[in-house]
């Protein structure tokens, strides 16, 4: 993972987007097994609660499940997963409008912008 | 989780100078906390109460629910700000003693993060750079076993690669029974490994949050918080 979460905002909540992307990505397959807490603390350079709270979090969720004594996996199910992501994809989209519009482009003239850039 | 550490009016005054006034708060088992002011903001003064270096002029302050002293000093691992070491020895010698030292020490763990950071066991500690003295010092401090680690500028002097290390080895060494203290105002590189920060500024805290409290309330980093409340 070579992601590391931003300095502007609450750590928690980027953890948890991140793991929904993977799954639903697919980088990450429905019951695999992750890391374990203090190994991907470690390596996203984090505080170990912080990743526990996170893992607590998806869990409630329905994104992973926990196994007592061996760790955390995946959901089998990963359409919350997807779900998480299509809200964000959302976000994104509005705001990216968002700001077209700032710079005097309605909803049609950023599309053609898009359409541009892609050619 | 317990408490792991209580400070209750905690006052310390040098003659007519008030370095911590009235100062109370409480901290618990498996936190890593950032203690962050600026220079001459009673971060010192705090820290040498809780090793019993200092005594308070009034009020308080326990570890574990004792008043620092000799029972303390087995349960806290202290990482001055200056360093204490006898520079005619050898680093394995220095090893060797706070071995003999401190029931707790784990010689193994000394060793593997010496050769991790390319420091020999057999170099004098008087012919190291001011920055691999350090890393020796903080070496020494992370490879016991104890309940409150409390590090006075751990990375101030160090380079950033060592840094990293450093601030791994804090996760690594992280444990639920433990606290972790760090007394820092390098603040963007460590924020992310504290669970939660205190801010003292002329002896008195300003608050007492956690990391992601403080980003979700501000939608600014620790760092730039710091320096927004301590701006001249």
Redesign the interface.
């Known amino acids: 993972m070579s992601w590391k979460?931003d300095?502007?905002?609450?750590?928690?909540p980027q953890i948890c987007e991140q793991m929904c992307v993977r799954i639903a990505r697919g980088s990450l397959e429905p019951d695999s097994k992750l890391m374990s807490v203090?190994e991907l603390?470690?390596k996203?350079?984090?505080?170990?609660?912080?990743v526990q709270r996170s893992f607590e979090q998806l869990e409630q969720q329905g994104v992973l499940y926990s196994v007592p004594g061996t760790g955390w996996y995946v959901s089998a199910d990963v359409t919350v997963a997807k779900n998480a992501v299509k809200r964000l994809m959302q976000e994104h989209t509005a705001a990216y409008f968002a700001e077209m519009e700032n710079l005097g482009l309605d909803m049609a003239a950023t599309k053609q912008v898009i359409k541009e850039w892609e050619a | 989780m317990s408490e792991m550490l209580r400070l209750e009016n905690l006052t310390k005054r040098y003659g007519s100078l008030t370095a911590l006034d009235n100062v109370s708060l409480s901290v618990e088992s498996?936190?890593?906390v950032g203690l962050l002011g600026p220079n001459g903001s009673g971060k010192t003064t705090l820290i040498k109460i809780l090793n019993g270096l200092l005594t308070p002029t009034a009020g308080s302050a326990t570890i574990c629910g004792l008043a620092p002293g000799v029972k303390t000093k087995e349960l806290v691992a202290y990482l001055p700000d200056n360093s204490f070491l006898n520079t005619w020895m050898r680093v394995e010698q220095i090893v060797d003693f706070y071995a003999d030292f401190y029931a707790d020490f784990r010689p193994e763990r000394a060793y593997e993060m010496l050769t991790a950071l390319g420091i020999s066991p057999k170099t004098r500690l008087k012919t190291l750079s001011k920055g691999n003295k350090e890393k020796v010092c903080l070496i020494l401090v992370m490879s016991r076993n104890a309940r409150l680690y409390v590090l006075d500028e751990p990375i101030a002097g160090v380079d950033p690669a060592a840094r990293?290390y450093v601030?791994?080895t804090i996760?690594?060494n992280?444990n639920p029974e433990a606290t972790v203290l760090i007394s820092t105002h390098l603040i963007?590189d460590i924020?992310?490994?504290?669970?939660e920060v205190i801010f003292i500024h002329q002896g008195h805290i300003l608050l007492q949050k956690t990391?992601?409290e403080i980003?979700?309330e501000n939608?600014?980093?620790v760092?730039?918080l710091f320096r927004e409340v301590f701006k001249w």
């Open positions: 979460p300095h502007g905002s609450p750590i928690c203090r603390a470690v996203l350079g984090v505080n170990p609660n912080t | 498996g936190r890593i990293d601030i791994s996760i690594n992280y963007a924020e992310q490994i504290l669970d990391v992601d980003r979700e939608g600014k980093s760092d730039a």
